[in-house]
């Protein structure tokens, strides 16, 4: 007899029904899978032998053939052992064979037949419900992850018998109720008053976070870069349901959500050690994973030791900064995902770090200071929207009872003036000031006559290239929006043009 059944399977990030047919003829034990399937899918066959006999049904003596289409697709995992299991003994009559009828189902067996939760669970649900699916069974572990597509009755089950019951009408699973969006959470971080001094450089990541720009920070060992850099968090807005569920969809893919946490409900800060390869970083393997960059998306990636990351790394970051997505291609997988991520460098001045310190001597030649900062290229610089030098906080300022601003003072001038940029963009499909284009740029960053003329003067002075030109104009329309302002102004484009200042003095004008 022949079962047909509904799966999902994944290319990139973007959900693909797979029929799942299963044919019971006469022959001699022997059991085929078709349809490209991968290793993983292949050795199927044993675990869902040993989960229907342990769950006390009978296997078929005779031959089987699982076809999974369409055969053009390649099929990879596990996400097919539990529709194949329930194929199997709906062609044996176990139950109705249109008992199944309007279902997607996933999950991996065990040999017990317990149902294990599998990865990329939300954007196949996404794409099922707009295919006109609503009726879905899914492993437990993966149950709030699936409930969070309104409109879908998730069906979690823990187990291969639980599954059959269900389709027998012996003992109906209760759908799971649809989740409901409580706001985002604060990643833990430190506090934006505990950072003793360094308030130019608190005041830079404000305006790099409040138009999520790229922010480099320059600066001797233990003047702050690291601190500074991991309580960026702290004062990153909320997150909204949609992007919430952009985020959940790209680490389901990975992997990474762990323990039915359902939706990622605070923002990515991904640090990723200068040892990184470029698939790490970019994405890639055989089966085209998602990278850092992708995994950081909405968030903050944060690169240590910036000038130590290998440098096909670095110039690898390019076009993701440019395009804020990230196109990987494989020999037997392509993907597009998305990549609008906070890039936020820290780096020393020089190999030993201290050059430029008011207290230690630099160790360093000027040839190694030379081939040190060369690391970073002109078209990496261009790309970094705001650089800051950092400077050892002196005595009185480390002792000092005062605190500065509180991250939820900061945060609440951030999420005003993000709020502001997503009422402005909304018809033209951006978030933030850091993704204008040029016509949109014409059209937003209108300035007064004595903006344009220091900004013409520092173009001149700086020898600023046309990429770094449009940064700034960028940073000051975040700097307009911070202080309320409609117009871009004189004091903006004098802060914006100062976080320029470290091309010409660390990199010298032949850069430009």
Not at 81 to 91: F, H, N, V
Not at 160 to 170: D, N, S
Request: proline fraction near 6%; charge should be neutral; glycine fraction near 8%.
């Amino acid at each position: 007899m022949l079962a047909k059944l509904t799966s999902y399977g994944l290319i990139g990030i973007q959900g693909c029904p797979i029929d799942v047919e299963v044919d019971i003829s006469y022959g001699s034990q022997r059991v085929d899978t078709v349809g490209l399937p991968d290793n993983a899918v292949k050795e199927s066959k044993e675990r869902v032998r040993s989960a229907i006999c342990n769950c006390g049904y009978s296997y078929p003596d005779t031959r089987l053939l699982v076809n999974l289409a369409p055969a053009d697709i390649r099929k990879e995992g596990t996400v097919y052992d539990l529709p194949i299991a329930l194929g199997i003994l709906a062609a044996r009559g176990s139950f109705g064979l249109n008992a199944a009828d309007g279902y997607v189902i996933i999950g991996e067996l065990a040999l017990d037949g317990t149902v294990r939760g599998v990865n990329g669970v939300l954007p196949m649900m996404i794409d099922a419900y707009e295919r006109g699916y609503r009726k879905v069974m899914v492993p437990a572990d993966n149950a709030k992850e699936a409930s969070c597509v309104a409109g879908l009755e998730v069906y979690p089950v823990g187990q291969l018998a639980e599954a059959v019951a269900h389709f027998k009408g012996f003992c109906r699973i209760e759908p799971m109720p649809e989740y409901v969006w409580e706001g985002s959470t604060v990643k833990p971080g430190c506090d934006f008053s505990e950072i003793k001094g360094q308030q130019a450089a608190k005041r830079a990541a404000e305006i790099a976070v409040a138009g999520n720009h790229n922010l480099l920070m320059v600066g001797s060992p233990g003047s702050g870069k690291t601190m500074l850099a991991r309580s960026l968090p702290t004062i990153l807005p909320e997150l909204t349901i949609a992007e919430a569920l952009e985020i959940t969809r790209i680490h389901s893919v990975a992997g990474e959500l762990k323990g039915g946490l359902g939706i990622v409900r605070e923002r990515p800060f991904r640090a990723p050690h200068h040892s990184a390869s470029i698939p790490a970083i970019v994405g890639g393997g055989t089966k085209a994973l998602p990278g850092e960059i992708s995994l950081a998306h909405y968030g903050v990636l944060f690169m240590d030791e910036f000038p130590e990351f290998p440098p096909m790394v670095l110039e690898a970051l390019r076009q993701p900064l440019e395009d804020g997505a990230v196109t990987i291609t494989r020999a037997s997988a392509k993907a597009t995902y998305p990549a609008d991520f906070m890039l936020v460098a820290a780096m020393n001045p020089c190999p030993c770090g201290n050059f430029g310190s008011k207290t230690k001597e630099c160790r360093c030649t000027p040839a190694q200071i030379e081939r040190y900062r060369n690391r970073i290229s002109s078209p990496i610089l261009d790309r970094l929207d705001i650089h800051i030098e950092m400077t050892e906080v002196d005595y009185t300022e480390l002792t000092a009872a005062a605190s500065g601003e509180s991250s939820a003072t900061v945060r609440a001038r951030v999420s005003r003036a993000r709020e502001l940029q997503r009422q402005r963009y909304e018809a033209d499909g951006i978030l933030f000031n850091s993704q204008l284009n040029t016509p949109l740029m014409r059209k937003y960053c209108r300035m007064s006559a004595e903006a344009e003329q220091i900004l013409h003067l520092a173009y001149d002075k700086l020898r600023l290239s046309a990429r770094a030109y449009t940064r700034v104009i960028k940073v000051a329309r975040t700097i307009a929006d911070i202080g309320g302002s409609p117009t871009i102004e004189k004091p903006h484009v004098l802060e914006a043009v100062q976080y320029r200042g470290l091309d010409e003095k660390y990199w010298g004008s032949s850069r430009y």
